[in-house]
């Protein structure tokens, strides 16, 4: 009988220990899971933050060589012509 008191308080203790660590990995889950979302929306700010920055980019670039810059001259009336005929496309458009 000892022996089976034995093997019945060594089972709670085994439970006992597997419900506190349980409750410890949950409680860290949802710890990492907050911690995760913060990190994307984090990034998706940066991702934003860097695609404003690119298009500024682009458009000083722009300004610069319609300034007088003759490095990018031939770089701007490409960028023109593609900016017209985006314009074209949706007067067409437009029309229908």
Same mark, same amino acid.
């Given at each position: 009988?000892?022996?089976?008191?034995d093997?019945?308080?060594?089972?709670?203790?085994?439970?006992?220990?597997?419900?506190?660590?349980?409750?410890f990995?949950?409680?860290?889950?949802?710890?990492?899971?907050?911690?995760?979302?913060?990190?994307?929306q984090?990034?998706v700010?940066?991702?934003? $933050?860097?695609?404003?920055?690119?298009?500024?980019?682009?458009?000083?670039?722009? $300004?610069?060589?319609?300034?007088?810059?003759?490095?990018?001259?031939?770089?701007?009336?490409?960028?023109?012509?593609?900016?017209i005929?985006?314009?074209?496309?949706?007067?067409?458009?437009l029309?229908?």
């Amino acid at each position: 009988m000892s022996n089976t008191l034995d093997a019945i308080h060594l089972l709670q203790d085994k439970l006992e220990s597997l419900f506190f660590n349980y409750e410890f990995l949950k409680k860290e889950n949802d710890i990492l899971l907050k911690s995760t979302t913060v990190l994307q929306q984090k990034l998706v700010e940066k991702e934003q $933050a860097l695609e404003i920055q690119k298009k500024e980019y682009d458009l000083l670039k722009i $300004a610069k060589t319609i300034e007088g810059s003759s490095d990018n001259t031939r770089d701007t009336k490409l960028k023109i012509n593609t900016l017209i005929k985006e314009i074209d496309k949706c007067i067409f458009q437009l029309q229908e």
